[in-house]
C-alpha cells in the first residue's frame, strides 16, 4: 500500500486525498483538536506524517522527496485543470484535515523550510534563458543570486527595497551588495564565486543615486531609503571573458515591473509570489494580477515549472475560501 500510496503523490495528488477522506485518520474528535490546537504543532504533526510516508535511510533524501511532493500538490491545487476540486475542498468543513495537511506540506516545503531552496529545474530553465539573451528580473530577491551565478544565470536585474528591518532575512553584511565604502560607494569592489563549470569574478562597476523612499518599518516606524542601482559586472574568472551583469534597483517592486517584455523574465520566490497578489488585510502589495498579460509566466524558486497568470489567480482565490487555518506567506501565524 506504501507503494501505491508514493506513486499517488507522485503522479496524482488527488487520489491521495481522495484516500485519505475514505480512510479512518479522519474524525471529528481529531478535527476539533486539531481546530484548538497551537498552529506550529498542528504542522509539525502534518511533516512528520508526510515524512513517514517519504522516508528514506538518507536525510537529505527524505528532504528531497518532500520537496517534490510539495511541488506536485502545489500543482494539483493550483492548476486551473484541478484548482476546482481543491477548492471545493477548502469549502467543505469535513475536509479540513486534508486541508491542513495541504497547507503545512506546501508551507513548511516552500516556505518554512524551503524558503532557502532552488529547485535545480528553475535553475537549468533560468540559465537557459540567459544564455538566450533574456533578463531576469528578481522580485524582491534581496542577495539571493549566488545559486543562480553558479549555474550560470549571469545576467539578473533584483528589484527590492532591502529594508534595515528585514536583517534577519538577508546575509550579513548584505548592505555591502548596495553601497561599498568611501565616497565612491565601493567601486571596484569584487568578490569570487564558484561556479558549476568556471570560477566567476564579480566587480562592482556603477552606482547611482535617484533620490530616496520613504519605507515603513516593522518596528512601526518610517525610514528614508536611497533609491539606488547598483551594477555589479560578471566575468569567468580566468580568462576575464565578460559574462553579465547583476543590478539592484533599491526600490519596492511596481506594477509595471510585471509588464510582459519578449526578453525579460520574471522570478521570485515562493513567499514573494504570495505576497505579489495577496489582499491587503494579508499583508500583499497591492499589485492587479488581472490586469498582468494573460500570457505572463513567472519563474519561482521553488517551483520546477514557472506559474501561468492563472495558476497566480487561483493562489489568490483561496483567501476566500472558507477554510481558515494559516497564511501561505512567511508567518503560518
Known amino acids: 500500500m506504501l507503494k501505491t500510496v508514493r506513486k499517488w503523490l507522485d503522479k496524482s495528488p488527488g487520489k491521495f486525498l481522495t484516500y485519505l477522506q475514505k480512510s479512518n485518520v479522519l474524525n471529528e474528535v481529531v478535527n476539533e483538536q486539531e481546530q484548538h490546537a497551537p498552529i506550529n504543532d498542528v504542522i509539525d504533526?502534518?511533516?512528520?506524517?508526510?515524512?513517514?510516508?517519504?522516508?528514506?535511510?538518507?536525510?537529505?533524501?527524505?528532504?528531497?522527496?518532500q520537496f517534490a511532493c510539495a511541488n506536485r500538490l502545489f500543482e494539483y491545487c493550483f492548476a486551473p485543470e484541478t484548482f476546482g476540486q481543491f477548492f471545493k475542498m477548502l469549502n467543505d468543513e469535513s475536509r479540513n484535515q486534508i486541508n491542513r495537511f495541504c497547507y503545512s506540506t506546501l508551507w513548511y516545503n516552500l516556505v518554512g523550510d524551503g524558503w532557502k531552496h532552488w529547485h535545480e529545474?528553475?535553475?537549468?530553465?533560468?540559465?537557459?534563458?540567459?544564455?538566450?539573451?533574456?533578463?531576469?528580473?528578481?522580485?524582491?530577491?534581496?542577495?539571493?543570486?549566488?545559486?543562480?551565478l553558479r549555474y550560470g544565470v549571469y545576467t539578473m536585474r533584483v528589484i527590492d527595497?532591502?529594508?534595515?528591518?528585514?536583517?534577519?532575512?538577508?546575509?550579513?553584511?548584505?548592505?555591502?551588495?548596495?553601497?561599498?565604502?568611501?565616497?565612491?560607494h565601493g567601486l571596484g569592489d569584487t568578490f569570487d564565486v564558484s561556479g558549476v563549470d568556471k570560477t566567476l569574478l564579480v566587480t562592482r562597476s556603477d552606482y547611482q543615486e535617484n533620490g530616496t523612499f520613504n519605507a515603513p518599518l516593522?518596528?512601526?516606524?518610517?525610514?528614508?531609503?536611497p533609491q539606488s542601482t547598483t551594477t555589479w559586472t560578471v566575468a569567468d574568472k580566468n580568462s576575464g571573458k565578460h559574462l553579465g551583469k547583476i543590478i539592484f534597483e533599491r526600490r519596492y517592486a511596481a506594477q509595471r515591473d510585471f509588464d510582459k517584455h519578449p526578453k525579460k523574465v520574471l522570478l521570485a520566490s515562493y513567499n514573494e509570489l504570495y505576497y505579489v497578489g495577496a489582499q491587503p488585510r494579508l499583508g500583499g502589495w497591492g499589485m492587479n494580477v488581472s490586469q498582468f498579460d494573460k500570457n505572463l509566466s513567472m519563474y519561482?524558486?521553488?517551483?520546477?515549472?514557472?506559474?501561468?497568470?492563472?495558476?497566480?489567480?487561483?493562489?489568490?482565490?483561496?483567501?476566500?475560501?472558507?477554510?481558515?487555518?494559516?497564511?501561505?506567506?512567511s508567518c503560518p501565524t
Open 45 to 65: 504533526k502534518n511533516k512528520t506524517f508526510l515524512r513517514m510516508l517519504l522516508n528514506h535511510s538518507d536525510e537529505r533524501t527524505c528532504d528531497e522527496y
Open 121 to 148: 529545474d528553475c535553475l537549468h530553465a533560468l540559465a537557459h534563458r540567459v544564455k538566450h539573451g533574456d533578463e531576469i528580473v528578481y522580485i524582491a530577491g534581496g542577495n539571493d543570486i549566488h545559486e543562480p
Open 161 to 184: 527595497p532591502m529594508l534595515p528591518s528585514q536583517d534577519e532575512y538577508y546575509a550579513e553584511n548584505v548592505g555591502w551588495l548596495l553601497s561599498g565604502d568611501g565616497e565612491h
Open 218 to 225: 516593522s518596528t512601526g516606524k518610517n525610514v528614508t531609503l
Open 300 to 329: 519561482v524558486k521553488q517551483l520546477r515549472k514557472p506559474l501561468t497568470k492563472e495558476v497566480m489567480q487561483n493562489l489568490y482565490k483561496t483567501d476566500e475560501a472558507d477554510f481558515s487555518f494559516i497564511s501561505l506567506g
